[in-house]
């Protein structure tokens, strides 16, 4: 299935060249998303020596993927974090995360249109049980010095509010590529030296050489902006990683729509809304059917998504479809910083990174620049207790793997390879050896190793997005075996055995 996002889709594409050869910098930043983008401007504006490597295109991984929205609170709400950090870690993150927000809006007036506006998040029960939820929240908000007011009612064609509606005034959206695109044009014109498709292939953190197909880097300090660190990290094993799908819905210009505003419909459907604009085509983006990677039926999601917003919005064309992953901070909060590795790692933003982001980028360049900020206290990626944390996730990873392995084996382990069908995919065993193996639209047949090579777990079909993810730490792979994000430096071995070669076993 084709994905794209309505913001890549409408956006204008950046064009910055592949790294060629050997450099040298003082700050390299992998990963050119917000945070990388950010960090990159903040640093060339101050004279430091800057090159950026993403692997793709800027914007290409969750930004442009994400639902663009700025807010002082956190998806999971405020009442998680007051309950386990306390009123003034609460206090401090709205603050930090209104800062932020404040950053990006003035960032816009120097920046062409990105679409920012500020509005208010409007968020309501879907039943009369998750009223509870909603009227907590609004303490908790209240006691972290949000802008929190209490409404009765949610604009058309809105679902309908059951009791009271919260509404957090002055947040703020944007067109999420636009930004980032704008933003490393930005960087660029202070210095930065930005790449796409320069995926770093190998990193040495201690000695600050970052190696891709076609160059080098050798850096006094690396940044990770790469969503979730690369290689083996000890908050990999602290995070839950989860999908989440995305539909823009093509809307008549003249219909009354809801207007400018981040709309968090809670309960068991989840719905995340917003409206959008393109040129002179106008769109309702609708976002929800939360997953863990890889234990899920990717089409089933974003199919019971487009049934959703049908149902609530009517039978309206679905021009954009996405999907995008989030990783958790295993206690509510972000881990950014330098970590053990040597390099500063920013993640664990959850869904609400387009904020986070900014603040890790802003925190990371005060460190950097020499003026170390008090909140990167809260958000240190060495936090948590390690070591015991750290082995109840990995039993629990391991059991979704051993079941994992258990359903392909019972359900799919005589399936030969010969019998696959354009479009089809099976883990299969050939020759004492799990295989994960597809057949594209075109007759090709790819056959991968099944075993992930960042940490040895089992990969998984993802049928909206053609590709095997792992379900233990995020990696995602292409059929051929390719990364295409996650944890994983190198990719699935690829499997051109001799019963491969034939197209049977
Ligand atoms: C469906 C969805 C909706 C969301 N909506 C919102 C929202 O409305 N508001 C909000 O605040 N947050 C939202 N989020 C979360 C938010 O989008 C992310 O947390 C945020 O975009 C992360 O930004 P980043 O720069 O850290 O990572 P990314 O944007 O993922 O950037 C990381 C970059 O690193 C690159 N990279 C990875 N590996 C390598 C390598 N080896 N070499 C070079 N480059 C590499 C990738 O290609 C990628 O471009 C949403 C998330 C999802 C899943
Ligand atoms: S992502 Fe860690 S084992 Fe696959």
């Given at each position: 299935m084709d994905t794209l996002s309505v913001w890549r889709g409408t956006a204008q594409s950046t064009g910055f060249a592949m790294l060629d050869g050997e450099v040298a910098a003082d700050v390299l930043i992998v990963g050119g998303g917000i945070t990388g983008v950010t960090l990159a401007v903040l640093l060339a504006e101050q004279g430091r020596e800057v090159v950026l490597l993403e692997a793709?295109?800027?914007?290409?991984?969750?930004t442009g993927h994400s639902t663009g929205n700025l807010y002082e609170t956190v998806g999971n709400g405020m009442q998680e974090i007051t309950s386990r950090w306390g009123a003034e870690v609460a206090l401090h993150v709205v603050q930090e995360r209104r800062t932020a927000i404040d950053f990006v809006q003035s960032r816009c007036q120097k920046l062409?249109?990105?679409g920012f506006r500020r509005c208010d998040l409007v968020q309501w029960a879907?039943?009369?049980?998750?009223?509870g939820y909603i009227d907590k929240e609004i303490q908790a908000l209240e006691a972290a010095g949000a802008r929190v007011e209490r409404s009765t009612s949610v604009p058309a064609p809105l679902p309908v509010a059951l009791g009271d509606v919260l509404v957090l005034r002055n947040q703020a959206q944007f067109q999420p590529q636009a930004y980032v695109a704008a933003m490393a044009r930005m960087a660029a014109e202070h210095g930065a030296k930005l790449h796409e498709h320069?995926?770093?292939?190998?990193?040495d953190t201690k000695k600050g050489r970052a190696v891709t197909a076609s160059g080098a880097v050798q850096a006094k300090e690396v940044v990770m902006a790469t969503h979730t660190p690369k290689?083996?990290?000890?908050v990999h094993t602290e995070m839950p990683v989860h999908r989440e799908y995305a539909i823009a819905l093509e809307m008549d210009p003249g219909a009354a729509g809801p207007g400018a505003g981040i709309f968090w419909w809670h309960g068991s459907e989840g719905l995340s809304m917003r409206t959008t604009q393109a040129g002179d085509r106008h769109f309702l983006v609708v976002a929800g059917q939360e997953h863990k990677v890889g234990i899920h039926n990717a089409k089933a999601g974003l199919l019971a998504l487009e049934n959703a917003a049908h149902k609530h919005f009517?039978?309206?064309?679905?021009a954009y479809r996405w999907s995008a992953q989030n990783y958790r901070g295993a206690d509510a909060l972000p881990y950014i910083g330098r970590n053990a590795s040597g390099c500063f790692v920013a993640t664990?933003?959850?869904?609400?990174?387009?904020t986070w982001g900014t603040v890790a980028a802003r925190l990371i360049a005060a460190e950097l620049l020499g003026h170390k900020a008090a909140f990167a206290d809260h958000v240190r990626?060495?936090?948590?207790?390690p070591v015991k944390g750290a082995k109840n996730i990995i039993e629990e990873n391991v059991t979704v793997v051993k079941q994992l392995v258990k359903d392909y084996l019972t359900g799919?382990?005589?399936?030969?390879l010969s019998e696959l069908k354009p479009g089809d995919s099976a883990i299969v065993d050939v020759e004492g050896e799990t295989l994960a193996a597809y057949r594209a639209p075109g007759g090709e047949l790819f056959a991968v190793s099944s075993?992930?090579?960042?940490?040895?777990c089992k990969v998984h079909w993802n049928s909206v997005e053609t590709s095997w993810d792992c379900p233990c730490h995020g990696s995602r792979f292409r059929?051929?075996?390719?990364?295409?994000?996650?944890?994983?430096?190198?990719?699935?071995k690829r499997k051109d055995t001799p019963p491969l070669a034939g197209g049977a076993t």
């Amino acid at each position: 299935m084709d994905t794209l996002s309505v913001w890549r889709g409408t956006a204008q594409s950046t064009g910055f060249a592949m790294l060629d050869g050997e450099v040298a910098a003082d700050v390299l930043i992998v990963g050119g998303g917000i945070t990388g983008v950010t960090l990159a401007v903040l640093l060339a504006e101050q004279g430091r020596e800057v090159v950026l490597l993403e692997a793709g295109e800027i914007g290409g991984g969750t930004t442009g993927h994400s639902t663009g929205n700025l807010y002082e609170t956190v998806g999971n709400g405020m009442q998680e974090i007051t309950s386990r950090w306390g009123a003034e870690v609460a206090l401090h993150v709205v603050q930090e995360r209104r800062t932020a927000i404040d950053f990006v809006q003035s960032r816009c007036q120097k920046l062409p249109d990105v679409g920012f506006r500020r509005c208010d998040l409007v968020q309501w029960a879907q039943a009369t049980g998750d009223q509870g939820y909603i009227d907590k929240e609004i303490q908790a908000l209240e006691a972290a010095g949000a802008r929190v007011e209490r409404s009765t009612s949610v604009p058309a064609p809105l679902p309908v509010a059951l009791g009271d509606v919260l509404v957090l005034r002055n947040q703020a959206q944007f067109q999420p590529q636009a930004y980032v695109a704008a933003m490393a044009r930005m960087a660029a014109e202070h210095g930065a030296k930005l790449h796409e498709h320069s995926r770093v292939l190998e990193l040495d953190t201690k000695k600050g050489r970052a190696v891709t197909a076609s160059g080098a880097v050798q850096a006094k300090e690396v940044v990770m902006a790469t969503h979730t660190p690369k290689g083996i990290h000890l908050v990999h094993t602290e995070m839950p990683v989860h999908r989440e799908y995305a539909i823009a819905l093509e809307m008549d210009p003249g219909a009354a729509g809801p207007g400018a505003g981040i709309f968090w419909w809670h309960g068991s459907e989840g719905l995340s809304m917003r409206t959008t604009q393109a040129g002179d085509r106008h769109f309702l983006v609708v976002a929800g059917q939360e997953h863990k990677v890889g234990i899920h039926n990717a089409k089933a999601g974003l199919l019971a998504l487009e049934n959703a917003a049908h149902k609530h919005f009517g039978d309206r064309p679905v021009a954009y479809r996405w999907s995008a992953q989030n990783y958790r901070g295993a206690d509510a909060l972000p881990y950014i910083g330098r970590n053990a590795s040597g390099c500063f790692v920013a993640t664990g933003f959850s869904t609400d990174g387009l904020t986070w982001g900014t603040v890790a980028a802003r925190l990371i360049a005060a460190e950097l620049l020499g003026h170390k900020a008090a909140f990167a206290d809260h958000v240190r990626p060495n936090r948590l207790s390690p070591v015991k944390g750290a082995k109840n996730i990995i039993e629990e990873n391991v059991t979704v793997v051993k079941q994992l392995v258990k359903d392909y084996l019972t359900g799919r382990q005589d399936e030969k390879l010969s019998e696959l069908k354009p479009g089809d995919s099976a883990i299969v065993d050939v020759e004492g050896e799990t295989l994960a193996a597809y057949r594209a639209p075109g007759g090709e047949l790819f056959a991968v190793s099944s075993v992930c090579p960042h940490m040895g777990c089992k990969v998984h079909w993802n049928s909206v997005e053609t590709s095997w993810d792992c379900p233990c730490h995020g990696s995602r792979f292409r059929p051929d075996g390719t990364v295409i994000e996650g944890p994983a430096l190198s990719p699935l071995k690829r499997k051109d055995t001799p019963p491969l070669a034939g197209g049977a076993t």
